[in-house]
T-cell receptor, first 116, second 111 residues
Framework: GAGVSQSPSNKVTEKGKDVELRCDPI?????LYWYRQSLGQGLEFLIY????????KSGLPSDRFSAERTGGSVSTLTIQRTQQEDSAVYLC??????????????FGPGTRLTVL | KQEVTQIPAALSVPEGENLVLNCSFT??????LQWFRQDPGKGLTSLLL?????REQTSGRLNASLDKSSGRSTLYIAASQPGDSATYLC??????????FGRGTSLIVHP
């Protein structure tokens, strides 16, 4: 595909359930980001993957959040024991970092998560 | 910690007006600054990326400028059109690949 894809586009779950969100980056992009966008808030960085390096997890809000990236391509964001405050749009982006400066990020359409 | 502020938060203008959207940041030690557009229910689309060594970038009716010393960037939209209606986000890259985003300016251009 030409762009970043995310699935599902919408997810409604009950409080306490686990959810998995998927991101397929643009082929060849070594960098992958997860963000969270809550109503009325800006984009909140969650986690950053770059090639085979250890991911930067500094933005994960709690240990209920985790993410992995298999084979340097597809990434999954997992939220365990979901809470109502986890309701948000989760956005994924990929890019090709150039040296010490970041290249343009390409965003997926997002997954809208609603926790009842 | 980098903080990014966008002013105004919302803007409604008639078609044809020239617009200026503002972005300010607290830490001037940045690598890049990027402007994005977000349509309702969609992801972000990159508009312009300004590297730290540059002062401005232009694409069509859009022009973005960067003044690192004062911690400011502006996005200029010429001859606005209804199709320009969207939220415009500014993102600042500091000493890592992780950007800090502003909360955006919601723009409505009415016919």
């Amino acid at each position: 595909g030409a762009g970043v894809s995310q699935s599902p586009s919408n997810k409604v779950t009950e409080k306490g359930k686990d959810v998995e969100l998927r991101c397929d980056p643009i082929s060849g992009h070594t960098a992958l980001y997860w963000y969270r966008q809550s109503l009325g808030q800006g984009l909140e960085f969650l986690i950053y993957f770059q090639g085979n390096s250890a991911p930067d997890k500094s933005g994960l809000p709690s240990d209920r959040f985790s993410a992995e990236r298999t084979g340097g391509s597809v990434s999954t964001l997992t939220i365990q024991r979901t809470q109502q405050e986890d309701s948000a749009v989760y956005l994924c982006a990929s890019s090709r970092p150039l040296g010490t400066s970041a290249d343009t990020q390409y965003f997926g359409p997002g997954t809208r998560l609603t926790v009842l | 910690k980098q903080e990014v502020t966008q002013i105004p938060a919302a803007l409604s203008v008639p078609e044809g007006e020239n617009l200026v959207l503002n972005c300010s940041f607290t830490d001037s030690a940045i690598y890049n600054l990027q402007w994005f557009r977000q349509d309702p229910g969609k992801g972000l689309t990159s508009l312009l990326l300004i590297q730290s060594s540059q002062r401005e970038q232009t694409s069509g009716r859009l022009n973005a400028s960067l003044d690192k010393s004062s911690g400011r960037s502006t996005l200029y939209i010429a001859a606005s059109q209804p199709g320009d209606s969207a939220t415009y986000l500014c993102a600042v890259y500091g000493g890592s690949y992780i950007p800090t985003f502003g909360r955006g300016t919601s723009l409505i251009v009415h016919p």
